[in-house]
């Protein structure tokens, strides 16, 4: 049977050696392992984005793959180390720390079991006192022994509730009589776009459509930051260059974007909980 | 028969999940297909640099390889999803709006087929109303139907006429009884070279060789932005540290740089048509 | 017998077309090589990064793969071309401009042969008068050749004195009575941790353990730039958020870290020779 293939997304960056040690233990483990790069240029620290970009791009995937999450600011405290094995057929090796929030939440996770250290853990003579690259010695170490087929799901480690794994707070959008509002809960960092947690699903069932020009307030906190009139389209170029539109993402979640520009720069917007978005009903 | 490669090259960075999702596809549609980074940081929406990318790498790579070139401002708009059939024996998978341009002028295009969506599009239950992310749903998927060989060039969709390609306007130098005037058509971003369109044929029949002190001057539009005698070498080091030198660069085109520095930094420069560069003979 | 693989790091970055390009002549040798991006992201021109990052991730890697290492300031100079054999069963393609500092010192190095460029340069129409891109008609092509079984490691050229390879001058650490003193010899440039020359068998030596609160000085030349009482961790978040700490990083060097957050931009910190820092004893 082939081997399912290695995704890695972390935060590490390819500026120095890390991820290169990384890759060369899951090579060490078992040559014939392909291995892809999900990302390694996630925003530091933030698990949030972790889990939000398994989500967005998983279920593209050949069914078995092996996703390796490290975005691990608790690399050495009690945060457990953990393989998930999700409802709709993949596995994800990540810290516990909130990486499984969106999958837990959006694709279910039938079964999560904590690393076992003894086991699946590198053993190196000079990385016995090393407790802060759990990427190389931990995370990548037992994922290529799950791909490589050494152990088996079972052998990572002791099962656990999935009820206890760590998951941040996602809010959901709410339709009002004259409107619909939710947040920007994420952006697009490259082109600055900012995407809402509002789905397609609920704007249309809000009477919105495409080509509808659309009253938009934007909040940070209690501040109202933009307002304008915006059309919403199918696609960017339906609008004019540099006019800020409405469109539905490749997630099937509300969004905003300037037409050749950057959202977020140019009107100094950001994404989280304080970054709230309304659309008026006409 | 072996499979050709995959080499994606695209504006999207791998600052979140796009690049991810769409390997996701290709390695959907068939496992072993083998896919190479070209690039993922193309100056966003620039059609021009896609082109000179494609002209720089493709003949140093295997014949029947298949480049996916996802630079696409237009995407969701009337400009054609195309795969072109290069005389020297590629294919390129690309949004048709520019980004052929280099590769029609100098390596010839023997046949453009517009790619069918009825047939070639990713079909989900997910994606039936995204009309914005054509990398995922459109090229990356006909590429890999294509390089798999599920479907034959001829069934990518419909031919049309190579005449009918959009491309940009390519400028020419000009060698006059005292000068060689060219422009910077495209620029080294990392170390900060300025490569013009001067042929180093060119520069050869314009009589200058190696080891020449040649008066420089650099136009930005009729301003005059810089001045002064350089060096014309065949490799950096051999002029000291931070000084200005004019070199062959890895495409036979004449080329200025800052030896250990940054040319487009350092003297506030750039390239396009508006960067013009003169070289007077003794 | 298994082909070995390829891992490239050089200072050329995914920003244009040369990555590409090299990686296209890989596989015009042969096909099946496997290329693994070590980085490309290398800081311009610095071969003492290039050296620490082949020492810092190297014996990672199955024995025989062989590194190509492309920062070079020197390219179309006198500098040599050449491949090592180290002491530890891998192979290090890369200019002689001290590139092999940390792995002639740590690893050892056996054998070094000078490339020959009259049988390992790749041979084009368009590439006989180019002398800057010895990554894509040197380095990258001989690596092919040899890892494809095409030449032997002696067909690679004449070997040379492994006492004549260009190298930095390596700092050592120094224990006194009341202190040990380093230097910072480079950084995480994605976290901002600074990482010392003071091994953490000198530093158990010195008599410093887990727990311990250690006065710190961190002198820039003969400025006095940091002083504070720090604990020496095992991993971060043992101490509280944007705490700064002391812990024993991933090739055990003692290193220092703000907690989440950047030590080198929030203390406007660096590496270097110029950088000393000195931890008292109790």
Known sequence: MEKP????????TYKEGAVCAMYGVVKSVDRSLEIIDGTHE?????????????YQSMSFWPKGTIF???????????????????????????PDNGT????????????????DETVNRLKRDDNT??????????????AARLAS???????????????????HEILEPHIYDDRIEGIFEINDPN???LWSNITLKSFKEAGFKFGDKIHTEIYHKDEKVFDDELYYYQSFSTAANHTVMIYNNEINKIAMAVV??????????????????????K
């Open 5 to 12: 293939m290695l995704v890695f997304q972390t935060d590490f």
């Open 42 to 54: 996630l925003p530091q620290y933030d698990t949030w984005s972790a889990s939000y970009r398994l």
């Open 68 to 94: 390796v999450s490290v975005v691990d600011p608790g690399v050495g405290t009690s945060r457990k180390a953990c393989v998930a094995k999700t409802s709709n057929g993949y596995y994800v090796v990540t």
């Open 100 to 115: 499984l929030t969106h999958i837990k939440k959006y694709m279910g996770i039938d079964e999560v079991r904590e690393i």
């Open 129 to 142: 006192e090393v407790a802060i690259f759990h990427g190389r010695d931990l995370f990548g170490y037992c």
């Open 149 to 167: 087929g050494i152990i088996t799901y079972e052998e990572v480690g002791p099962a656990y509730s999935v009820e206890k794994i760590k998951t």
């Open 191 to 193: 082109f600055g776009n």
């Open 260 to 281: 050749i520009g950057n959202l977020c720069k140019e009107y100094n917007l950001d994404f989280g909980p304080d970054y709230r978005v309304v659309f008026y009903k």
